[in-house]
């Protein structure tokens, strides 16, 4: 995958370890040091990535960018939309709201933190969420997420309504094959049939999420 890491130098803030642990397993693009608006808005325009991963510090209003400015959800929102960004990661401070932004403004899902997170702990959802995209889970945002999240409520995963509603079609078209598709080969069968268990797998874990149940 290609993730943009966002990770200005924060007074207090440690993100080297995290950096360092997304840096190992995917196609990294990071902004470090002093980093301002500009710079993040340049960086999604030039690349089309997978997630944009935000170490930081942040709040209900943005994230911390340097100078004391803030990066907030319309702007947020709008650099993924510039080469249609499709997921979000954000490993800073109550930045629930700006995940729920985000989902409701084109973004298809949005991983934040909930509450205030201590510094020495904030690597390791980030750990446990990379590596099972790197191992298996490389298109599946909410199993990766599940399997990564301690269900401690520290944690949440943010999904477009539209999106929901994309995988349910799919989920139900993949359970009928169509009349027109003729007699299917034991290959065609075999992609058809693995189509059609990951999307419905897929469509059970969320709701069971956002039911609470996992």
Request: proline content about 4%; overall charge negative.
């Amino acid at each position: 995958m290609r993730v943009l890491i966002v990770a200005p130098d924060q007074g207090g803030l440690n993100t080297i370890p995290e950096v360092r642990l997304i840096q190992t397993w995917h196609h990294t693009s990071t902004l470090n040091g002093t980093v301002t608006a500009e710079d993040v808005y340049q960086a999604a325009r030039e690349t089309r990535f997978d997630i944009i991963h935000f170490a930081t510090h942040g709040g209900p209003d943005g994230v911390a960018l340097s100078g004391g400015s803030l990066l907030t959800a319309e702007d947020i929102a709008q650099v993924a939309r510039l080469k249609e960004t499709p997921e979000l990661f954000f490993n800073a401070c109550s930045t629930g709201k700006l995940a729920a932004y985000a989902v409701r403004h084109g973004v298809r899902t949005a991983i934040c933190a909930e509450v205030d997170i201590l510094d020495n702990q904030a690597w390791k959802l980030p750990l446990a969420f990379y590596s099972t995209r790197r191992n298996g889970h490389a298109g599946d945002p909410i199993g990766a997420y599940i399997m990564a999240d301690s269900g401690d409520g520290d944690y949440s995963l943010h999904a477009s309504p539209d999106w929901i509603r994309d995988l349910e079609r799919r989920a139900a078209t993949a359970s009928v094959i169509p009349h027109a598709a003729g007699v299917l080969t034991r290959r065609e069968a075999l992609v058809w049939s693995a189509g059609m268990t990951g999307a419905m797998m897929l469509l059970i874990l969320l709701i069971l999420r956002l039911a609470g149940v996992l």
